[in-house]
């Protein structure tokens, strides 16, 4: 005899493959095994996961309409089930599946909006944290500024695509206005971040990424810019940071540890 463990593995295996038979045990109020209450509740589910998606992913549900959304996030839903009742944090992995959807391939840029989307989400259910303000890293000795360190607010995303993925991001949010979009043009990358109450979304410039990517791996302000600088020649690291602090992108500093001694 099974026990309960198995059974309920049994029922939630069944709940997401249509092709499952009616687990054992299942009867209606007559007694007798109900296949049909069962296809039901099963069908009722999967709908309740599509909806998730399509409340956490508005954008692209907007881009690829109903029907195609339906369908694609049908089939996530299916092969990802949920592992949390936490149904906010639901679809985490729904950009890489988009991305090896074969029917999506006419659309190139889909994954990386729903990156964008994903980081929101994230980004909307972070800890919060006080931004330090200009007046804050003004008062770090500017000489030894290469060597700080800057840690990052919580709710800090970046979301990086060869494709216009933000202008096509806000083009199909509430209140956007889709119009022709040259998929061909350079790419975006976006800065995603709840400095307060609203999470706000940003563009930033190119080697942006490369620098916040560095500082977030805990190293000083010098060997980010290099990063930075190894994306573009270009890299204006004094600009970038200033349009990091405004958008409230760090919530501490230190000085980079000399090996074997204190703080430097």
């Known amino acids: 005899m099974e026990g309960l463990a198995e059974r309920q593995q049994d029922f939630a295996m069944a709940l997401l493959d249509a092709a499952r038979a009616t ?22 589910v999967v709908a309740g996961l599509i909806e998730t998606l399509k409340e956490n992913y508005p954008a692209v549900h907007r881009i690829v309409g109903d029907e195609f959304f339906r369908a694609m996030s049908g089939q996530f839903a299916t092969a990802h089930p949920p592992r949390s009742p936490i149904m906010s944090g639901y679809g ?22 729903a990156r964008i ?38 709710s800090l995303r970046v979301a990086q695509s060869q494709f216009p993925a933000l202008t096509i ?28 109450a609203e999470v706000r979304v940003h563009q930033i410039p190119m080697g942006a990424a490369a620098l916040v990517g560095s500082l977030g791996a805990g190293r000083p302000v010098v ?16 600009a970038t940071l200033s349009g990091l602090i405004e958008a409230g992108a760090f919530i501490g500093w230190s000085l980079e540890q000399e090996a074997g001694g204190e703080p430097s």
């Open 23 to 44: 687990p054992p045990g299942l009867v209606g109020p007559d007694g007798l095994a109900s296949p049909r209450r069962f296809a039901v509740y099963r069908n009722n």
């Open 117 to 154: 989307e994903r980081a929101w989400i994230e980004a909307y259910h972070a800890a919060d944290a006080e931004p330090l303000s200009a007046a804050d890293l003004l008062a770090i000795d500017q000489d030894r500024l290469a060597q700080v360190r800057l840690a990052l607010h919580p």
């Open 223 to 238: 060997t980010a810019a290099i990063a930075a600088l190894a994306v573009t020649a270009c890299f204006d690291l004094s």
């Open 92 to 113: 985490a992995g729904f950009p890489e599946f988009i991305a090896a959807f074969e029917p999506s391939a006419p659309l190139p840029y889909l994954a990386d909006v």
């Open 169 to 196: 991001w806000r083009m199909n949010i509430a209140g956007g206005e889709p119009a022709s979009v040259d998929i061909g043009a350079d790419g975006e990358d976006a800065l995603i971040i709840r400095p307060g």
